[in-house]
């Protein structure tokens, strides 16, 4: 399947796309929530977005059809009945499938909210019924057609808020994994390995393995790499900090290592990312 160029920012809708989008200048109960916006698309090829500079936490629920989203420097078909989240300051993309239909539902956070702080969450795609959150988005967008009244908006946006939790709190809700990462992110440049890891959730190493992938969907290694290179990639928009100074905060003594899986996970080398950011 052909993909499309990721090496710049790219939003193409399409005349056969319908977006239905509230955003937080128009209601106040989605600022206040610290949500930019939300919405729900029709969508059909050639709808494409790139995201190289994603400043707030995305959210987007597959309703129905099929398309695919970048991930974790992957591809994935996403497919109905599944969610992706993706934090901020990673690269981001999502496309549909040519002669296919894809009906999605997205939450776009504000970079001041609680989803889009550094390192609260690491890229995911999990299992989500969104039918209730697409109602929700399309009854506070005809509110907002109507007589807006505040105290609905309220309500509405109350309703887009607990699924959103019901979604991205249970990722850090796993009793034994909780200590495993707030450690690993208090202490990145750790040379940490899995038995490490697996002490610290009081387990084995085999079945850390089989906790981290039910929980987020990757292994123990690939959930430490994720912290680092989102935590970089947080310093390097962020920061003036000299990229060695950066590799070495975050883990990696070797800096060709460093480039090379912060290439592979956001689709840039660390150097193109900052002037991208500049």
């Not at 709808?47 to 936490?57: I, Q």
């Not at 934090?87 to 504000?110: D, E, N, Q, S, T």
Request: glycine share 6%; proline share 5%; aromatic share 8%.
């Amino acid at each position: 399947m052909k993909h499309p160029d990721i090496s710049q920012e790219t939003h193409v809708l399409g005349d056969a796309t319908v977006q239905t989008v509230v955003r937080a200048e128009q209601c106040d109960a989605l600022a206040a929530r610290h949500i930019a916006h939300v919405a729900v698309v029709d969508a059909a090829a050639p709808y494409t977005v790139v995201r190289t500079n994603l400043s707030g936490a995305f959210m987007q629920v597959c309703l129905s059809g099929e398309g695919q989203t970048l991930l974790d420097g992957r591809w994935y078909t996403h497919k109905p009945g599944s969610v992706s989240f993706a934090p901020a300051h990673v690269l981001h993309a999502f496309h549909c499938v040519p002669g296919k239909r894809w009906r999605l539902a997205w939450v776009r956070f504000r970079p001041d909210s609680v989803r889009s702080v550094d390192g609260a969450l690491a890229p995911t795609m999990s299992p989500f019924d969104g039918q209730v959150l697409e109602h929700a988005i399309l009854g506070l967008h005809g509110e907002m057609l109507g007589a807006a009244d505040p105290g609905t908006c309220v309500v509405w946006v109350d309703v887009i808020e607990r699924y959103v939790a019901r979604l991205l709190e249970p990722l850090q809700r796993e009793p034994r994994l909780v200590p495993v990462w707030n450690a690993v992110k208090a202490d990145l440049a750790r040379d940490w390995t899995l038995a490490d890891l697996a002490s610290l959730a009081n387990t084995s190493e085999e079945h850390l393995r089989r906790l981290c992938q039910k929980s987020l969907g990757r292994s123990p290694g690939r959930q430490l790499a994720t912290l680092r290179i989102a935590h970089a990639a947080h310093l390097l928009a962020t920061s003036d900090d000299k990229i060695e100074a950066i590799a070495r905060s975050v883990g990696y003594v070797n800096p060709f290592a460093f480039s090379n899986t912060f290439k592979r996970l956001t689709g840039f080398r660390p150097s193109d990312y900052r002037m991208r950011h500049l």
